[in-house]
């Protein structure tokens, strides 16, 4: 099962910043959190992942909290084409498995 | 870098038949894996390879195979095709097998089972 929940579905407007929020409240001590978007069926693209410290790159910035259970996705000026399934996903740990447990993610449209 | 490839990007099958997808990972990427997306179950991991062995495994029926040749090129096999089998096939290739490398993901095999 996947270890994050996610709301199913937000707006935002074109220009203004996107905060997508995830709960992972029994992530483990060396387990990252990752994100990925997914636009209409075409494969996931990786945007981020962190620890414990915050994260930026050029397509958003990660902010997770001291006790590390949820974390934000911040994309800071969203387009038209941010629209996307974006996922949360923790790093499966257990036995050196590093596969990757998806939820069903946040379905983000970005408006006009 | 070219990113993953796969082929063929889209698949029409009838029950009962096999069918065999292939994966070029990212050039210098030694892991792949697989996963099986459904409007249903969402993504869900079938198996990984790393230096032509199957390291990781999901809880798929034998049905499903794969293998990795020398170059780390991949391909993953269906037999005895079920409707059920209809799904986005993607391929995902990272540098290796630490924990924190980061997957990128192929565009995708569609296969539809009729």
């Known amino acids: 099962d996947a270890k994050t929940t996610q709301p199913p579905s937000m707006d935002c407007a074109e220009g203004r910043a996107a905060n997508l929020p995830c709960n992972h409240s029994?992530?483990?001590?060396?387990?990252?959190v990752y994100w990925y978007r997914q636009i209409h069926s075409q494969g996931p693209q990786y945007i981020i992942h962190g620890l414990k410290n915050n994260e930026t790159n050029e397509m958003a910035s990660l902010i997770i909290t001291e006790d590390r259970k949820s974390s934000t996705l911040i994309l800071p000026h969203a387009t038209l084409r941010d629209t996307a399934v974006y996922y949360c996903?923790?790093?499966?740990?257990?036995?050196?498995?590093?596969?990757?447990?998806w939820g069903l993610g946040t379905s983000l449209a970005v408006n006009p | 870098k070219a990113g993953v490839t796969q082929t063929p990007r889209y698949l029409i099958k009838t029950r009962g038949q096999q069918v065999t997808l292939s994966c070029s990972p990212i050039?210098?990427?030694?892991?792949v894996s697989w996963y099986q997306q459904t409007p249903g179950q969402g993504l869900q991991f079938l198996f990984e390879y790393f230096s032509e062995t199957q390291r990781n495994k999901g809880n798929f029926p034998g049905r499903f195979s794969g293998r990795q040749f020398s170059n780390s090129r991949s391909e993953m096999n269906v037999s005895t095709l079920e409707l059920g089998d209809s799904a986005l096939y993607l391929c995902?290739?990272?540098?290796?097998?630490?924990?924190?490398?980061?997957?990128?993901f192929g565009p995708g095999t569609r296969l539809l089972v009729l």
């Open positions: 029994t992530i483990s001590g060396n387990e990252y």
């Open positions: 996903i923790v790093r499966d740990l257990a036995g050196n498995n590093r596969k990757l447990i």
């Open positions: 995902a290739s990272s540098l290796d097998l630490t924990v924190q490398e980061t997957q990128y």
């Open positions: 050039s210098g990427h030694r892991s």
